[in-house]
């Protein structure tokens, strides 16, 4: 998580309580994750687990693009960033591509300084001081 402690800040400014990180994986595997990245141990960011895809499949980002199978795409969750405001999601990107469906090699659009800068856009006036 480059950059963590700065994109932090700017997201706080924003008005973020919380970021959530989750994925198609059991709490183990997102515990261990939090650990090696060293955000076990603090409040703003979240990682949970999804491990039969129920949330994934209600929101519509399963990844059922069929191939490369090489790379376990089947089952898996789209790469995307949501911003949800009390309780109504105000900004959702999804970074995927005919050539790359996971998202796995152009995440840009769903990395914090593309939603900081969207999620900014929503009330320039308001979220100026950034």
């Known amino acids: 998580m480059p950059g963590y402690l700065q994109e932090t800040d ?3 400014k924003l008005g973020i309580d919380e970021v959530i990180i989750y994925c198609v994986n059991d709490g183990a595997v997102m515990d261990a994750w939090a650990k090696d990245q060293g955000v076990d141990k603090q409040s703003f960011v979240t990682l949970m687990g999804d491990p039969a895809a129920v949330f994934t499949k209600t929101i519509g980002m399963e990844l059922i693009h069929p191939g490369p199978f ?3 795409i089947i089952g898996r969750c789209k790469r995307f960033a949501m911003y949800v405001e009390n309780g109504t999601v105000k900004v959702i990107k999804v970074a995927e591509g005919p050539d790359d469906p996971a998202g796995d090699s152009y995440p840009e659009d769903t990395l914090a300084p593309s939603m900081i800068k969207a999620i900014k856009e929503l009330d320039p006036l308001q979220k100026s001081e950034l």
Do not use: R, W
Request: no cysteine.
């Open 10 to 12: 700017a997201l706080k």
């Open 70 to 72: 090489s790379i376990g």
